[in-house]
């Protein structure tokens, strides 16, 4: 099984009980294969409620941490000024969750090859990159 880097929308699925969170990432603890990057973790504590703290610390304690490279951020850095150019707004930590992952090499099993909910925007990187990134699940 690939390692997986989640998104903090999926993050949050779990966090309020969504099924299809708990049933994608449960497996994927019990071998060690989860992954959040440090921007997920900022995202959950700058929208955390104090009730809600233990059990997202539970959950970050849960996965592998991901941080942000030079190589990530110059990635994340073109990603952005490319779609800029072309009109489109992306987010940095978007771009830099996105290039981590492709940096990274994070996946997951083929039906599921990714989970980050901006299949859009990934897919514009794979265009920007010439080459295969991970690809992603979308569930909005």
Not at 42 to 68: H, M, Q, W
Not at 71 to 81: F, P, S, T
Request: with cysteine; net charge neutral; charged share 25%.
């Amino acid at each position: 099984m690939q390692t997986v880097l989640i998104d903090t929308d999926v993050a949050i699925d779990f966090l309020r009980g969504e099924s299809y969170a708990r049933d994608f990432l449960l497996p994927l603890w019990d071998v060690s294969r989860a992954y959040l990057s440090v921007l997920t973790i900022y995202e959950l504590y700058a929208g955390i409620k104090e009730k809600e703290r233990e059990s997202t610390n539970d959950f970050i304690g849960a996965c592998l941490i991901e941080p942000v490279s030079q190589q990530i951020g110059a990635k994340a850095g073109e990603w952005k000024a490319f779609y800029r150019q072309k009109g489109i707004t992306l987010t940095a930590i978007d771009c830099l969750v996105a290039s981590t992952a492709l940096l990274q090499g994070h996946k997951s099993p083929p039906e599921m090859s990714g989970i980050i909910r901006t299949r859009n925007f990934l897919s514009a990187c794979h265009r920007f990159e010439k080459r295969r990134i991970p690809e992603v699940i979308s569930f909005s």
